[in-house]
């Protein structure tokens, strides 16, 4: 079996009014009830570790399928979101979507528990025997970590939205104190012409 992850960043313009804000995330939130949508979280970032990334926001979604990911984009109720409440307070989005080859238990992560997002930006000349390489060290990253309760990792479907970002992962910590330790491979840096890492916690009671 396996799931498919939807990440997508948000970069709020400095000036905009936090009811607004309030709006966009609580438009988001509502998202959560639409038939495909296995978990859903949003809020503010915690913390971005890399300089070219400025994103304020995340949404992390689960979904049983392409199809159902979909449907959730097209549903009258997500498109009404994004018009309404998302773009005029955003400067920028970005979106990266993968299958798993694994099913995360639980579907949702646990209240207060942390996310790690990264997405990695390949160089020209990496082919497949590289990609799966690094999808192999990403995948090692559990055994070797303390406090990793789930990874999943993947290669974007989605094309449009991410900025040549072609790789993505998320690990899930036990709280932040065991996502400040976790470190990553340098191995896989030689490979990279960018990457993206944001931290986000889970909030104390989410809506599944």
């Known amino acids: 079996?396996?799931?498919v992850e939807h990440v997508v960043l948000f970069k709020v313009k400095d000036d905009t009014d936090q009811a607004k804000v309030d709006s966009m995330l609580?438009?988001?939130?509502?998202?959560?009830?639409?038939y495909p949508v296995l978990h859903l979280t949003v809020g503010p970032v915690f913390r971005t570790r890399s300089p070219i990334s400025n994103y304020t926001h995340m949404l992390h979604c689960r979904y049983k399928s392409k199809e159902g990911l979909n449907a959730y984009s097209a549903h009258p109720d997500h498109v009404r979101v994004v018009k309404e409440n998302v773009l005029p307070v955003c400067?920028?989005?970005m979106a990266v979507d993968w299958?798993?080859?694994?099913v995360p238990v639980p579907l949702s992560p646990p209240p207060n528990s942390t996310i790690k997002?990264?997405?990695?930006k390949l160089k020209e000349n990496v082919n497949e025997d590289v990609k799966s390489d690094i999808l192999g060290v990403i995948k090692g990253i559990k055994e070797g970590a303390y406090g990793v309760q789930q990874i999943t990792c993947g290669e974007n479907f989605s094309p449009a939205r991410a900025k040549g970002f072609s790789i993505a992962s998320i690990a899930v910590f036990a709280g932040v104190r065991e996502m400040a330790v976790a470190k990553g491979n340098e191995k896989v840096r030689d490979h990279l012409n960018g990457v993206i890492v944001v931290d986000y916690v889970m909030p104390s009671s989410s809506k599944l």
């Open 117 to 120: 997002v990264t997405f990695l």
């Open 99 to 102: 299958v798993t080859d694994n």
């Open 91 to 93: 400067d920028d989005v």
């Open 26 to 34: 609580n438009g988001l939130k509502s998202l959560a009830s639409l």
């Open 1 to 3: 079996m396996s799931i």
